[in-house]
């Protein structure tokens, strides 16, 4: 039996090479002429000395600054709250007692402990100015960084260049857009996201490879056929073109054959290749087992992958501590999150630095925002997107370092404040793209990819 | 020369066009009006302090939120910053008069001196203030707050004037790219006196890309198109709505002559010619059947039904087939499928026979044409025992008060007030006292299991209230802005919101269903989102929404009669062929817009074709994807192309978006591989039957396009049809292609 497989050259009957045939579909795919590509690399837009990746945890639910990484010991208890500081392998670096394992590598990572933003202190628009560094206003949608990298630089050979573990965030009670998508670049920017879940025991991506009864040969005359199928119409075809989902579908059929016979693009998704004590080490848990595929997946070309360590706040176990259904209590924390966090964070930083992958991978990790330094009646900290903290590693930043600090509560910042669109700044200058660089708008018009006035945080590099 | 001359003329004519109506309102303002009593756009030292001095509910606090002292970042976060808690936006003057006048020991506002007043020095950076420099000395916000101070301090009261209209002039704005105006807001108050408040206004753009709007209500348009600037004031909203033709040149004679069939063609054309859009051309027959099949009914026509309606010659035939649709089962089982997404049946939360007691009901009303009004009264008043009466269950899916207020008003309003139940919503003009006066309308349901398993029986209780949670006591229930009930009336509350809510002058009820109805044929809402109806969200077309709305409720709530009209419109009936001036377009009906098929309908178009049907767990042989009442173990194919899961009353919860799991489970997937080769199925036919390959192409063509295959694809087709030495292989591969083809998974 024939099955697709790039690596081995499967020759077809229309002469093509499959592993031709599928680069020219690879930048079809992604709606991205390579005219626009050599345009921006002319340009100067896009360092391409500098091909570094990223992978952006979103911890989904507000971590609490004062719990975990920006510890008041001294503060009265209402605000301390109930765990103690840890000593890390950094001399005055101290995190919470919850995180054994990050205290043993704090050489590894950046903490920055002053992000704050000024929106409305809802998840919904934390999630689109952490991922974006903006917030929607007047119906435009910013791309995140992953789709401003996806559109500048396209894929790396088969690999689709933003991917998302394990699914996008659901509703988290604002019902806005959570910042994750292309925006005004089109959805073919968009991340390829996964929709499943990779701690199910038989996890796969669903209907990566035909059925035994459809050969190579059927596979690529069907492809054909479609095409011709499709394209028959005239007066048709000019409505589909200017249907954005129309685009879409022919994109997205164009990626799934990518997918399909990228036998290195089945293997990222592979876990079965991963033995037991490297899944035990990640945490045999959502968020363990898509940090682990985020490995792969950068080891096999992906430029950006975002994983969101929850779904939604609702009726599920998060960082969401307001301490009352259907919330979490604090002392999940301890019990759950925070443990989860720690395997599966310290096991990505250890894994890419062994494999040589860390210095060409930023990892970032934070939240939409902070929670309040005063626990609330229910035993709890609420919204507050005054300040908190967020880690960086790997990706040119130098670890061991605390950036920024917090007032004696851990309620403001009390020197270097981060917002939002210096955190995207700095992301991309880790990534070679200038944050001057213009991307096309709404209407055509020119928009930078970070806000005027908002520079890299220098002092992480 | 002259010709020269005269369009100098007619420039300065449109020049003047533009700019007329961007006047400032003091020269248009007529001259028997009250004068003003407060002009904040005047220099702060020109205004005059308003007799009787400044009033905290009506200028303090406008102040404070101006400055933006009461933001959600700022003083208005729940938990205030810096030990200083103001309400979200001020909508709480009481208290936050009280916060302000009896907490740190008075030192924030100081009645000896004035300027040694918390609330001056720290704004002013006299001393440190986390939120930085906010206000200026001299400014009028300076001077409101010294001067109320100076006065007294004087608390809100009960009898203070309150806002009675908001009015913004100009209203409707004509301008150009590049263009700039100056809106003008005057707030008149229940005492009849009129204050020009633009300064203080919160101003907000609904699309960017057409115009943009400062924190003075100062507009700048960056493109053609239309947006709405809306403005919020001491929770009233109103907006003004920016035009800015399309730059194309088109004769008057093209919409003259566009074609009118009903009400809905003229106030389209008016729309288009406004903002100088062709309209695309009128489709034909057979891309009409199948589109007009698929919207209504969620079902291909059949071969013999194309066949048919094409050869027919007589010139009604289309709203004859309408009428035919209307009176179909498919499309019974169709629109029972979209109120079962809106109602949440599912058996995640009903047992069993109580979901199909739910079903059955919503599928029965549809059937007997049940005027939408009714429908939603015998819900909303519904009572008994919920295997008898289907409609009670929304009473058991909806048991907490709170989630009952604001299902109801997402579900029959179209709107989300979930905001207004901590503070008062931030765009709209709901408090948080009108959300627990209607959330006190659903205090009185009493619920008990039934005789057998999975009925419960459902019955009005005489007591119960919900307390506002600031107030601590119960308010008198009332619907909204309806009129509220007195606490020992002994009128069932949920009688009196569904007089309310079914009265055909209820500003929201009919129309958020004509608004979602006219989304299922023309692709989007007149309001878009449908669950988004806001003030501060108009629709693309008023005149067009509010004529549906009414001719709906004249003629009894009736569906059928509303959609009748809609399909017959000449605006339903245009191609999907772009002209050169709306490929842009698809928010004015210039076109049809092209969209993937709803999941289900994608699913039974397959089973249709293929000769296949999908077999359902709990389901009988040949049941159709539409007439499956569950949303609970949907098979993959469902959940991968959409099928809402109905957890919440939220219209994004389907979705018709393609992606990379929809290609993979169309090119790999068992659902449309296993029906390619299904013993029976219509591969399987063609080949047993010896079909010859051209009869076999011009089948396929007509069951899943509606067409006829043209000589040339004829030609290619069967050019690869003979290639291959494997027949049976061959025909499922061509039928595999026409099934996955944009043409079929689409509507056009």
């Not at chain 2, 009409?288 to 291909?300: C, K, M, N, Q, W």
């Not at chain 2, 449309?672 to 080769?677: D, I, S």
């Amino acid at each position: 039996m024939i099955r697709l497989d790039a690596e081995r050259s499967v020759s077809f009957c229309d002469g093509l090479r499959r592993r031709d045939f599928l680069h020219a579909g690879a930048l079809g795919m992604l709606g991205l002429g390579l005219t626009d590509l050599f345009r921006l690399r002319a340009s100067g837009a896009v360092d391409t000395t500098k091909e570094r990746n990223c992978i952006f945890l979103m911890l989904v639910g507000g971590p609490s600054q004062l719990d975990l990484w920006d510890m008041k010991p001294n503060a009265p208890a209402e605000i301390r709250g109930p765990y103690r500081p840890i000593k890390t392998n950094v001399s005055g670096i101290e995190i919470s007692e919850i995180f054994p394992r990050m205290a043993k590598q704090a050489d590894k990572y950046a903490l920055i402990r002053s992000c704050y933003h000024t929106a409305a202190a809802v998840h919904d628009t934390g999630h689109q100015m952490m991922q974006t560094g903006r917030l929607f206003q007047g119906g435009i949608e910013h791309p995140s960084v992953g789709s401003v990298l996806a559109k500048m630089r396209g894929p790396r050979g088969d690999a689709p260049p933003h991917v998302l573990l394990p699914r996008p965030i659901g509703a988290t009670g604002g019902n806005m857009p959570h910042g994750h998508g292309a925006g005004f670049l089109g959805k073919q920017y968009d991340p390829f996201i996964l929709n499943a879940d990779p701690a199910q025991p038989n996890f796969k991506v669903p209907d990566m490879l035909p059925p035994d009864y459809i050969s190579t040969i059927r596979t690529d005359r069907r492809r054909r056929l479609r095409e011709m199928v499709d394209q028959s119409v005239q007066e048709l075809e000019a409505g589909f073109k200017v249907s954005q989902d129309a685009r879409l579908l022919d994109e997205n059929f164009n990626q799934a054959y990518t997918l399909m016979s990228s036998a290195k693009m089945r293997e990222a998704f592979d876990l079965t290749q991963e033995d037991d004590a490297t899944k035990d080490r990640y945490g045999r848990n959502r968020f363990g087992m898509s940090c682990l595929m985020a490995r792969r997946m950068i080891e096999r070309g992906v430029r950006y992958v975002t994983i969101n360590m929850f779904e939604t706040v609702f009726n599920e176990i998060t960082w969401d501590i307001h301490g009352s259904a259907p919330f979490s209590p604090i002392a999940c924390y301890r019990d759950l999150v925070g443990p989860m966090f720690d395997m599966g964070y310290t096991a990505l930083l250890e894994d890419l630095a062994q494999r040589g992958l860390l210095d060409d991978t930023l990892v970032v990790a934070t939240g939409e925002f902070g929670r309040t330094p005063k626990i609330n009646p229910a035993g709890g900290r609420d919204h507050w997107p005054q300040c908190w903290t967020m880690l960086m590693a790997g990706g040119g930043v130098k670890g061991g370092q605390v950036v920024g600090s917090s007032d004696e509560m851990g309620g403001a910042p009390k020197d270097r404040p981060v917002a939002p669109a210096e955190v995207a700044a700095t992301i991309c200058h880790s990534l070679g793209i200038a944050p001057d660089a213009e991307l096309t708008g709404v209407q055509g018009r020119p928009i930078r990819v970070i806000e005027h006035g908002f520079n890299p945080i220098n002092e992480l590099f | 020369m002259r010709d020269r001359l005269k369009g100098l003329i007619i420039f300065m004519a449109l020049l003047g066009l533009w700019l007329l109506p961007a006047r400032p309102v003091s020269q248009v303002a007529s001259a028997n009006v009250e004068p003003l009593t407060l002009d904040t756009t005047r220099p702060a030292s020109e205004v005059t302090t308003p007799v009787g001095g400044w009033s905290f509910r009506n200028h303090v606090i406008p102040v404070l939120t101006r400055l933006g002292c009461n933001s959600g970042a700022c003083h208005g976060a729940l938990a205030g910053k810096g030990g200083f808690k103001l309400t979200l936006r001020g909508y709480d003057p009481e208290a936050d008069y009280n916060v302000m006048t009896r907490q740190t020991a008075g030192r924030r506002i100081n009645l000896m001196e004035p300027t040694r007043s918390l609330l001056l020095l720290k704004p002013t950076m006299k001393i440190g203030h986390g939120g930085g420099e906010r206000l200026t000395i001299g400014s009028l916000e300076y001077r409101v707050l010294s001067e109320w101070i100076a006065g007294g301090g004087t608390a809100p009261v009960e009898g203070d004037p309150r806002i009675t209209a908001l009015e913004v002039t100009p209203r409707q704005l004509t301008l150009a790219t590049g263009a700039t105006a100056q809106l003008h807001v005057i707030a008149r108050y229940s005492d009849g006196h009129r204050e020009d408040v633009t300064r203080w206004v919160k101003y907000s753009t609904a699309n960017a890309a057409v115009a943009g709007v400062d924190d003075d209500g100062a507009i700048k348009v960056a493109g053609p198109g239309e947006t709405a600037i809306s403005l919020w004031y001491q929770s009233n909203v109103a907006f003004a709505r920016i035009t800015n033709p399309y730059p194309n040149n088109i004769p008057g004679e093209v919409f003259d002559r566009s074609p009118r069939h009903n009400y809905i063609d003229e106030l389209v054309i008016a729309r288009l010619r406004e903002l100088r859009i062709t309209p695309s051309a009128q489709a034909g027959d057979a891309e009409f059947i199948r589109r007009a099949y698929l919207d209504a009914a969620g079902t291909l026509p059949t071969v013999a039904e194309v066949d048919r309606f094409v050869a027919d010659k007589s010139s009604g035939k289309r709203a004859t087939l309408v009428d035919q649709l209307l009176n179909r089962s498919e499309f019974v089982d169709y629109w029972a499928n979209r109120h079962a997404d809106t109602l949440l049946v599912s058996s995640r939360l009903l047992r069993e026979n109580a979901m199909w007691s739910f079903y059955n009901w919503i599928r029965e009303s549809v059937r007997v044409n049940k005027p939408y009004d009714r429908m939603v009264r015998e819900i909303v008043t519904a009572n008994g025992n919920t295997l008898e009466n289907g409609a009670a269950n929304y009473y058991v899916l909806h048991k907490e008060t709170t989630e009952l207020t604001e299902n109801f008003s997402m579900a029959f309003l179209g709107m989300s007030i979930t905001c207004a139940r901590c503070h008062n919503h931030p765009l709209e003009k709901w408090t948080q006292k009108q959300y627990y006066q209607m959330a006190n309308l659903f205090t009185r349901i009493g619920m008990k299991n039934g005789q057998r398993d999975g009925d419960v029986q459902v019955y009005s209780n005489p007591f119960g209230e919900i307390n506002h949670p600031r107030l601590g006591k119960p308010l008198p229930p009332a619907p909204l802005d309806g009129q509220p009930l007195a606490f020992d009336s002994t009128v069932d509350r949920r009688d009196h919101l569904a007089n309310w809510l079914t009265s055909p002058a209820n500003p929201y009820f009919a129309r958020s269903y004509v608004n979602r109805v006219w989304k299922n044929f023309m692709g989007r809402g007149l309001v878009e989102a449908v669950d988004d109806m806001r003030a501060t969200n108009p629709p693309s077309n008023e005149e067009l929404l509010t004529a549906l709305t009414k001719d709906f409720t004249e003629h009894g709530f009736d569906t059928r009669h509303l959609i009748r009209t809609i399909m017959n419109s000449a605006a339903y009936q245009r191609t999907g062929t772009p002209n050169s001036t709306n490929a842009d377009d698809e928010r004015y009906y210039s076109r049809y817009v092209l969209r993937r098929l709803p999941a289900e309908v994608l699913l039974d178009a397959v089973s249709q074709v293929t000769g296949v049907p999908t077999p359902f767990p709990n389901m009988a042989p040949g049941t159709r994807a539409l007439q499956v009442p569950d949303a609970k173990n949907n098979p993959y194919f469902l959940n991968v192309f959409g099928k809402p899961p109905r957890l919440i009353t939220v219209e994004s919860e389907r979705t018709a978006e393609p992606t990379v799991a929809q290609a993979l489970h169309a090119i790999n997937g068992e659902t449309l591989n296993q029906k390619l080769r299904a013993p029976g199925g219509i591969v399987d036919s063609i080949v047993r039957h010896n079909i010859a390959d051209a009869m076999a192409l011009r089948h396929l063509y007509l069951a899943a396009l509606a067409r006829e295959p043209r000589p040339d694809e004829l030609q290619r087709l069967l050019t690869a049809l003979r290639e291959s030495d494997d027949r049976r292989q061959a025909i499922e591969d061509v039928a595999w292609a026409i099934l996955t083809s944009k043409e079929f998974m689409f509507n056009h």
